[in-house]
Nanobody, 126 residues
Framework: QVQLVESGGGLVQAGGSLRLSCAASGRTFSNRAMGWFRQAPGKEREFVAT????????YYADSVKGRFTISRDSAKNTVYLQMNSLKPEDTAVYYCAAGRSSERPLVSTNSDIAYWGQGTQVTVSS
């Protein structure tokens, strides 16, 4: 069993930055692709960013390209999402996800996702 715990959310003004963290406990996730998703009120959960574990390939939603960066620290079993130039439309609950394999990127909620975190709220004021 893998438990994912997100942190780092909060309230920020438009143009500001936040860094989200996703710490894994239990079995390690060293052989799993990881991803970030978000869900705004009244909307479906959507893909934000993903990273494969072995090769470190990254993929981003068009809406966040150039502003967000996903990274991981294997020694700390932690994945990060650096969010810059935040916009009000980035407001959502952000979820961390762990895949069942290391090299299949998690590019949608239909991807091969084994675990979800509980989410962390990000609110961007205008």
């Amino acid at each position: 069993q893998v438990q994912l715990v997100e942190s780092g959310g909060g309230l920020v003004q438009a143009g500001g930055s936040l860094r989200l963290s996703c710490a894994a406990s239990g079995r390690t996730f060293s052989n799993r692709a990881m991803g970030w998703f978000r869900q705004a009120p009244g909307k479906e959960r959507e893909f934000v960013a993903t990273i494969t574990w072995g090769t470190g390939r990254t993929y981003y939603a068009d809406s966040v390209k150039g502003r967000f960066t996903i990274s991981r620290d294997s020694a700390k079993n932690t994945v990060y999402l650096q969010m810059n130039s935040l916009k009000p439309e980035d407001t959502a609950v952000y979820y961390c996800a762990a895949g069942r394999s290391s090299e299949r990127p998690l590019v949608s909620t239909n991807s091969d996702i084994a675990y979800w975190g509980q989410g962390t709220q990000v609110t961007v004021s205008s």
